[in-house]
């Protein structure tokens, strides 16, 4: 499939695109700057959307900051418009989320617990809970549970600076503080006490090794220097063959689309290529062959599969037709809301 944010930061979009209450014309601007931050990171650090039209491009950036905008309009909306400045220039420093963006996750808001919401940051208690099996992304208030109280399915998310961590009883889990914004040389990971681990500064990386080591926060690797995968690089950079270096021109052999300049490296021939983007009907693979719109439909386990559109906006679905392997999908960032598929607005929470 053809997906243009990649990045562990944006596994839920809807949550990042917030700005604030203020419906000035800078707020425009920042939801753009935003968008374009993702874009950008995308394209420079994960290739998923390198060799997409312009159009396209364009396109898919309207839609990201249609969300922003939607969220700005959000009912008691709390998170400031300077929070989302800094977390898209980050983004672009670092291409993924780090302590820079936490101001956007642990805003508060002025609704209270029990009221309708479409964000956290909606929520004067800091989260708004949402059903699993329910056929919107509308939750409820509620107050973060402290440092010390259960957590995980069902319950609320832990309060600013702790982590949900399995605390070994029986596998239940509890909200344990958690550290971010480490300095070269903190512990970042701890084997013997997993629930203590916590998030480098920008610039820094927690280079994993063993499972039994302790890590502690390392500046991220030059050209030439060891790596174990191309998040230990600086941002330029990629790992390739356990070294930092410039990512490979076509035609070069590779192990995975990071190592490629142009993002992709197709199994049958483990040979950077440029990818190519086809219409509704053409053969795709999620590699050097990705669909201009819609997803990569792919029968059983095949490798190849064949380019569905999507579903306009407006247009009925099921919420199983969001995420089925055959599709066909909303549009992208769309989600399915009452049976129909939209670009989620908080303001529709009652």
């Known amino acids: 499939m053809n997906k243009l944010l990649s990045f562990s930061f944006v596994t839920a979009a809807i949550a990042l695109v917030a700005c604030s209450d203020n419906k000035s014309s800078g707020a425009s601007s920042t939801c753009s700057n935003y968008a374009a931050a993702l874009q950008d990171a995308s394209s420079r650090c994960s290739g998923a959307s390198r060799g997409l039209p312009a159009d396209r491009l364009a396109a898919e950036s309207s839609r990201i900051a249609t969300l922003c905008t939607n969220a700005l309009n959000a009912p008691g909306s709390g998170i400031a418009v300077s929070a989302v400045d800094a977390c898209a220039a980050r983004i672009r420093e670092t291409c993924r989320e780090d302590s820079a963006c936490e101001e956007i996750k642990n805003a ?61 009883a029986g596998g239940a889990s509890m909200c344990v503080a958690r550290a971010t914004n480490l300095a070269e040389g903190d512990t970042c990971y701890d084997p013997k006490v997993p629930s203590s681990s916590g998030q480098c500064a920008s610039g820094l990386t927690c280079k994993l090794g063993s499972a039994s080591a302790v890590v502690k926060c390392t500046k991220r690797a030059g050209a030439g220097e060891p790596c174990s995968s191309s998040l230990d690089c600086t941002t330029d950079l990629a790992c390739i063959g356990g070294k930092c270096g410039a990512r490979l021109a076509d035609g070069a052999a590779c192990k995975t689309g990071t190592e490629c ?64 392997s055959k599709g066909p999908y909303c549009d992208r960032y769309a989600t399915c809301e009452k049976g129909t598929c939209q670009l989620f607005d908080p303001a529709t929470c009652k």
């Open 108 to 168: 508060r808001g002025s609704l209270p617990d029990g009221a309708a919401c479409g964000t956290d940051g909606q929520c004067s208690g800091g989260d708004c809970k949402k059903s699993s099996s329910g056929d919107t992304s509308c939750g409820t208030c509620v107050a973060l549970a402290a440092i010390g109280a259960p957590c995980g399915s069902g319950m609320p998310s832990c309060v600013k600076g702790a982590s949900c961590a399995s605390s070994g």
């Open 261 to 324: 300049a142009s993002g992709a490296c197709p199994t049958t021939t483990k040979t950077c290529a440029a990818p190519t983007y086809g219409p509704a009907g053409a053969s795709c693979n999620g590699q050097d062959l990705r669909c201009l719109r819609g997803d990569c439909a792919t029968p059983g386990d095949t490798a190849t599969g064949t380019c569905v559109d999507p579903l306009a906006d407006g247009a009925a679905c099921t919420k199983a037709g969001t995420n089925s």
